[in-house]
């Protein structure tokens, strides 16, 4: 496996991420709304790095799956998500790829009424964006390239390791 992003690259980017998110978000009541399950390791080393009060939902949206490479449709289970009502609403996910999937969840997450609504995620492939809009909130652009690692996945494997790596063909057989 090719290593695209290095543990440390990860961990400076996420720190200064959360300083730009306290600045920004500071003396404001901000809910992080942690897309299930890519963002998870993403959400756990964030929270930490930010110094303003805020609270934390979950949200599974998934337009992946198994040993998928490309988006399908898009699933949402919003049964874990708190109130957003009057609150500054921080969407985090893993990846844009395309977009779609955060797309519908803004689409999805607006009329529960928060203050506002924007988007950070750890990746962003913009050669593969959809939409009109891109992240508010970004750690890295990354080119065209299927990645895994710090909570990216292929069939459930390879969330554990703390970089962002491009598996080759080996990799991806030993993990089915």
């Known amino acids: 496996m090719r290593i695209l992003i290095s543990e ?6 996420v720190q200064q991420l959360g300083q730009q998110l306290s600045a920004d978000y500071s003396g404001r009541p901000l809910t992080i709304v942690a897309v299930l399950t890519g ?19 979950l949200i599974s949206a998934s337009s992946y799956g198994g040993t998928r490479t490309t988006s399908g449709e898009l699933s949402i289970n919003d049964s874990m998500l708190s109130d957003l009502t009057g609150r500054d609403v921080l969407v985090l996910d893993d990846i844009f790829d395309t977009g779609r999937t955060i797309d519908g969840l803004l689409q999805h997450l607006q009329v529960r009424n928060p203050a506002s609504l924007k988007t950070a995620v750890l990746l962003w492939k913009p050669a593969r964006t959809e939409v009109s809009f891109r992240p508010d909130y970004c750690g890295f652009q990354i080119p065209d390239e299927f990645v895994v690692g710090y909570g990216l996945d292929y069939n459930d494997h390879f969330r554990h390791l703390p970089f962002i790596g491009i598996p080759d063909a080996e990799d991806l057989q030993a993990a089915v």
């Open 39 to 57: 963002s998870l390791v993403l959400l756990a080393d964030l929270i930490r790095c930010i110094s303003t009060p805020l609270k934390v939902t």
């Open 8 to 13: 440390q690259r990860i961990s400076e980017r």
